[in-house]
């Protein structure tokens, strides 16, 4: 491979750019020292360029260089060799004023030189690691080769500075602005988190010290995890699960120690999420499976259902309170009530409990008679009413009472025994009346 003269590159952009595509550099082993030196060198004159043509003919050195790494790791050691390249890379990075697609391709470069390669992967992230970082968080164009570099060294374990807690939080804030920007976020961004979640338990380290607002949100995401079909064939590690589950229950039991102050601290949010995650997660497989073995968590999900249920009878409204006066609830499906239910932290709660212990109660006869020996059957009877607050809850509560008797003919004589006292208050009988098909709403004094 020969050399482009200087003034052949000074004089006539098209030449030094025809000169390169020329190079073949599978063939030079030995005199690839010299000429990767010069393919440098004319990318540091050319990158910075308002010429467009020369702007070209770096990213066709940049091009030669990455193609060059690719045939094995002596050819990737002589281009990290050079000296300070990183460092020029660093400012290159940072520098707002060389165009974009040059400063993604030097990053591309860099994840080139470390691949299958752990020694190049611990130079890049002691010089690089705070520049990947924020490149990472950025979720720009270089978010993605930023994270594959972060993730692979990752893998080696090269750097005890990669720690679990501030990688979770890296990824989180791309994640969130991926959310915000209404994107996807970058493909190794979800390879690495889902790493992290499913094929190793360091996380758990990371997850008990990272900030309040980022537990939730990983407990967001791990619930859109859990609901989205493809992923299922890559269950969440069964540590990591367990260690939820745990914290599920040891947050209830401080919840249900305490009066109705608890509604509005952090670690009910926190409670109520986890709650919602687990919740979903009954119904899908393994989860369900692994989580009907538990009967702390089927016990503490049931009282947790009959407190805000007690919570929502009391005399001053509140945010358990049923909406269940149809006017009103036509109201919210319409957007026109005061009452913005969906703005509650409460809204699908009570259903998400109900949801929750339906399944846990399938086929599972330690669950079904706990569920009669604590007396969480007239609880889950009471919940048969509509409520806007809690979408679903008949539905779930009528396969919940299916599951509670099923093959269980001490529930079924439980059940049986109840006496009528009266129709259950509801108002939504003394609010329509059914004429043709259609309902009514009636006037006070049409109400009979």
Known sequence: MS???????????????????KLDISTSNGNFPSQ???????????????????VEI?????????????????????????????ETFKRILKDESVREDVRVS?????????????????????ELRGVLLECIESNSRFANASTMIVYNAFLSKVSASLDAQQLLEVLLVNIETARLAQQDPPEFVSIFLEYLMCKTAEILDGYERISF??????????????RTEDRRSTPVNRELFHHLMLDFNQKCDSV???????????????LFTLLMLLSDATCVHPYGQFLR????????????????????KNENDNMFTPVNKIEEMLKVKQGTSEIKVEGDISFTLKSSLVKALANLLYQNKVN??????????????ECTNLDARNPLMKEWTILAIRNLCEENIENQKLIASLSKVGDAENSLLSEYNAEGGTIRISSSSEKK
């Open 293 to 312: 073995l538990y009967k702390t968590l089927f016990l503490n999900m049931g009282y947790l259902l009959r407190q805000l249920h007690e919570i929502g």
């Open 213 to 226: 607002e980022k537990r939730i949100q990983f407990l967001r995401y791990l619930m859109e995890y859990i």
């Open 36 to 54: 990767s030196e010069y393919i440098i060198q004319v990318f540091l004159d050319c990158h910075k360029s308002e010429k467009d043509a020369q």
């Open 106 to 126: 030097c990053l591309q470069l860099i994840a080139n030189l470390c691949v299958q390669n752990p020694p190049n992967q611990e130079i890049i992230l002691r």
């Open 256 to 270: 249900l120690k305490t009066n109705d102050s608890f509604l509005d601290q952090d670690q009910s949010e926190e």
């Open 368 to 381: 079904q008679n706990l569920a009669r020996e604590t007396g969480f059957i007239p609880v889950l009877l």
């Open 58 to 86: 770096a990213l066709k050195c940049l091009k030669l260089l990455k193609q060059s790494c690719a045939l094995g790791q002596t050819f990737q050691d002589e281009i990290i060799g050079k000296e300070n390249l990183l």
């Open 3 to 21: 050399a482009i003269p200087s003034n052949v590159f000074e004089e006539n952009y098209q030449a030094a750019f025809d000169g390169l595509e």
